[in-house]
Structures are given as structure tokens and as C-alpha cells.
């Protein structure tokens, strides 16, 4: 479970911060490939938070989405918006009948579950994916990579791509394509987080907080990039998060 104070920090930041732009642009362009052609699909996303990236995914495909989250802070948000169909929704026990969908959406949600719950979590959300349907998920990479923020936010674990992967093809995913992003600032996370955070005995805090616009404009830039690589089949090797996409065996 995701820290509750975190939800007004996401609200205030996500529709402009860096971040936020830029990992939604990396995901559409390795999901883009994928969904060409399928038609208007119908989707769930587990811990949607305030809905704002079903509410992408319906603006960009046409799809159906059906946002669900175990905590009310982040959905209070959608409701606000009116984003349609929220539930509030454990994503260990689905209240959706088996195969109903044709996309399971889980982004940023599994690295919040102790070690071991992962396992109930993917098998909830391939339960109620159709066979032939699509696994999208994202997750936080490389134990090394924790920090501040990831305490805040109450991040349980992180993880590599061999692991990952195995994880979901063990309950009957056939992986498509998974890589790590956010890969080019690597090299400054592990400064801050390794160094900067220790020495300085940083307190404990969310790392969504605004920044300057040109600050936001540079960064953006960054995850652009990648961006643009990896919309050419391109993977990275190392990054501080993963996505991953599979289809259910039938």
C-alpha cells in the first residue's frame, strides 16, 4: 500500500511534471506496436490512483477502461475529474469474472507489495485477462536505486529484468517485449541516492515536488529521447524502472 500523502503530491504534479510526462511517453510508444489494429479494447487497471492514466489510455486508444484502486485518496481525485468506472478494489481479489478483459494494466503498483504477495497479484490480473489479452505492466528497478522517495512512498521492492520477467511467465504470460527505462539518468540517481542523500542525512520525503520550468524542460528532454530509442525496438540494459508487456497464452 502506497503512503496516503503521496496521492496530493501526484495530483498537484502529474499532468506537468517531468517525469510523469516523459514515462508516459516511453509507455505509449512501446505499447503503440502492440495494440495497432486490435480495435476498442476493454481494460482494468489495478491501482490506478487518481485515474488520470486510464483516463490516457481512454484519450489515446478508445479504450474502455475500468480504473480500480485499494485506497479511496487516489480515486477521490478521479471522481473529481469524473473519470468513469472507478472502483475501489483490492488487486489481490478482482471483483471481475475470469477472461473479461482484453488489457491488465499495472503501473508502479507491484513494487508496494511485501515480498511473496507478487505472485497473488500477477495471478489476479491474468485471471481476468482474456487468453490472447495483454499484460502492461511498470515497475521500480534495481535495488541499488532506493531511496528517500522510495521510502516515503512505502516501496517494499524493486526489481531486475530477469526477475521480472520470470515472475510474470510463470503465471502463463508469453513476454513481448520488456526493457528497463529512465535509463540516461541513471548515473545522477545513483549520485543522489548513494551519496548526496546519505552525507547530507536527507529526510525521509516524496521526490514529486515542483521543480523550475527549465529544470523541467531539461529533464523531459532526457526521457524524450529515450523515448524516440526505444519506439525503434531498442531496449536499455540497466534504468531505474521496467516495462514489461505480455499476452496470455491461451
Request: hydrophobic share 40%.
Amino acid at each position: 500500500m502506497m503512503n496516503p500523502a503521496e496521492y496530493a503530491n501526484i495530483e498537484r504534479c502529474e499532468r506537468g511534471f517531468w517525469w510523469f510526462q516523459g514515462m508516459e511517453r516511453i509507455l505509449f510508444e512501446m505499447l503503440d506496436p502492440f495494440v495497432a489494429n486490435r480495435g476498442k479494447l476493454r481494460a482494468v487497471e489495478t491501482g490506478c490512483g487518481t485515474g488520470h492514466l486510464s483516463t490516457r489510455f481512454r484519450e489515446r486508444y478508445g479504450w474502455q477502461v475500468y480504473p480500480t484502486d485499494l485506497q479511496f485518496g487516489g480515486l477521490s481525485y478521479g471522481l473529481q475529474h469524473g473519470v468513469p468506472r472507478m472502483v475501489q478494489a483490492d488487486m489481490l481479489s478482482l471483483p471481475f469474472p475470469d477472461a473479461q478483459f482484453d488489457v491488465s494494466l499495472c503501473i508502479d503498483v507491484i513494487a508496494h507489495l511485501p515480498h511473496g504477495m507478487e505472485q497473488e497479484a500477477i495471478e489476479g490480473l491474468v485471471r481476468v485477462l482474456k487468453p490472447g489479452g495483454l499484460l502492461v505492466m511498470r515497475t521500480s528497478a534495481l535495488d541499488i536505486l532506493r531511496s528517500n522517495h522510495s521510502a516515503f512512498t512505502t516501496e517494499r521492492q524493486r526489481f531486475t529484468r530477469d526477475r521480472f520477467v520470470s515472475l510474470v511467465e510463470g503465471h502463463g504470460i508469453r513476454v513481448l517485449r520488456c526493457s528497463y527505462v529512465n535509463s540516461l539518468l541513471m548515473p545522477v540517481a545513483l549520485v543522489k541516492f548513494r551519496l548526496v542523500e546519505p552525507l547530507l542525512r536527507s529526510q525521509v520525503e516524496s521526490g514529486v515536488q515542483p521543480v523550475s520550468p527549465w529544470l523541467n524542460r531539461l529533464l523531459s528532454g532526457f526521457l524524450k529521447t529515450e523515448a524516440k530509442w526505444l519506439a525503434t525496438g531498442r531496449n536499455f540494459p540497466l534504468g531505474q524502472s521496467l516495462v514489461l508487456i505480455g499476452e496470455r497464452c491461451a
